[in-house]
């Protein structure tokens, strides 16, 4: 599976869609995360494991715990994939819009 695959897999889960958007408002640690959802801190954890496994958080040790960060090499990664597919909306848009009208008989 490409790393791509593995960002949208971990995204598609909507507690990890929930977690990653928590750390993307600012840094946290696995307990400031659990106060914001109705799962265990073992769940959370869990999540957060297949986020940093795709590359999509990081954990930076602080203490006796991780403060999670967005990973922006990961994140990086992902919007150029999705980049892509917006440039080639927009050529056939752009080839489209440009092309003459048909005559109609």
């Known amino acids: 599976?490409?790393?791509?695959?593995?960002?949208l897999?971990?995204?598609?889960?909507?507690?990890?869609?929930r977690i990653f958007e928590l750390v993307g408002v600012r840094p946290r640690t696995v307990a400031e995360i659990t106060r914001?959802?109705?799962?265990?801190?073992s769940a959370v954890s869990q999540h957060l494991k297949v986020l940093r496994e795709s590359r999509l958080v990081?954990?930076?040790?602080?203490?006796?715990?991780?403060v999670y960060?967005?990973?922006p090499?990961?994140?990086?990664?992902?919007r150029a994939w999705l980049d892509?597919?917006?440039?080639?909306?927009?050529?056939a848009y752009k080839q489209a819009v440009e092309k003459p009208p048909?005559?109609?008989r």
């Open 1 to 7: 599976m490409t790393k791509d695959s593995l960002q």
């Open 102 to 104: 048909e005559v109609s």
């Open 9 to 17: 897999a971990a995204l598609g889960d909507p507690t990890r869609r």
């Open 84 to 91: 892509r597919f917006w440039s080639n909306t927009l050529a």
């Open 73 to 78: 090499a990961g994140l990086g990664q992902m």
């Open 36 to 41: 914001e959802l109705t799962v265990s801190q």
């Open 58 to 66: 990081r954990a930076e040790p602080k203490g006796a715990s991780n």
């Open 69 to 71: 960060h967005i990973d």
